[in-house]
């Protein structure tokens, strides 16, 4: 199945939009389980935004009542390879310290934004941090880190769509796709 893409180009789907909004639901679920009622959720930017959006609406019919901050992590710059290190673009602005939170991103492939962003939050004197991915591709890790709650094992394709781009593009589609190499 292919959706459409800007410019004229086919993206593949590789998790649809109904597929993506039952999982969230689903993690949402798992979340409000295992954390305490009013986590302060820290997205990172720019590519986890849409995904932290249904997730914190999912979270709120699930019973919580999370706080909501934002982080922007780079390590990607406009390629399709990660530089291998990490800036902040735009840093969080509520006190960290004592608090539960919970850390959302799009991806983890290498582990080196999440693992910054975990050990970032610890630094600064979070009682608990915990992690979300929507995809995990298992095997790309380059540092050692696993992510608490994940919405799907993903194929090792340079995915787009739902908040993820390529050079800028694609972010809004409402599927997870694929660009063809």
């Known amino acids: 199945m292919n959706g459409p893409a800007p410019h004229g180009a086919s993206i593949p789907v590789l998790y649809s939009a109904a597929e993506?909004?039952?999982?969230v639901r689903g993690l949402a679920a798992e979340i409000a389980a295992s954390m305490v009622p009013q986590p302060l959720i820290i997205p990172?930017?720019?590519?986890s935004f849409i995904f932290a959006a249904d997730l914190l609406r999912a979270l709120h019919e699930a019973g919580m009542t999370p706080d909501v901050d934002f982080?922007?992590?780079?390590?990607?710059?406009?390629g399709t390879q990660s530089l291998?290190?990490?800036?902040?673009?735009?840093?969080?602005?509520?006190?960290?310290?004592?608090r539960d939170v919970l850390i959302v991103d799009d991806i983890l492939e290498s582990?080196?934004?999440l693992a910054y962003?975990?050990?970032?939050?610890?630094?600064?004197?979070?009682q608990k941090v915990r992690s979300c991915v929507l995809l995990r591709k298992p095997g790309k890790l380059a540092v050692e880190i696993t992510a608490d709650f994940v919405g799907f094992d993903c194929p090792d394709r340079f995915v787009v769509g739902y908040g993820m781009d390529a050079a800028h593009a694609w972010r809004q589609l409402?599927?997870?796709g694929y660009l063809e190499t």
């Open 84 to 98: 291998g290190e990490v800036r902040i673009i735009r840093d969080t602005e509520v006190d960290i310290a004592g």
């Open 44 to 47: 990172i930017l720019k590519g």
């Open 71 to 78: 982080i922007s992590l780079s390590s990607y710059g406009t």
């Open 111 to 113: 582990g080196r934004t």
């Open 117 to 126: 962003a975990r050990d970032l939050m610890v630094s600064r004197g979070a």
């Open 174 to 176: 409402p599927f997870v």
């Open 20 to 23: 993506i909004g039952e999982r």
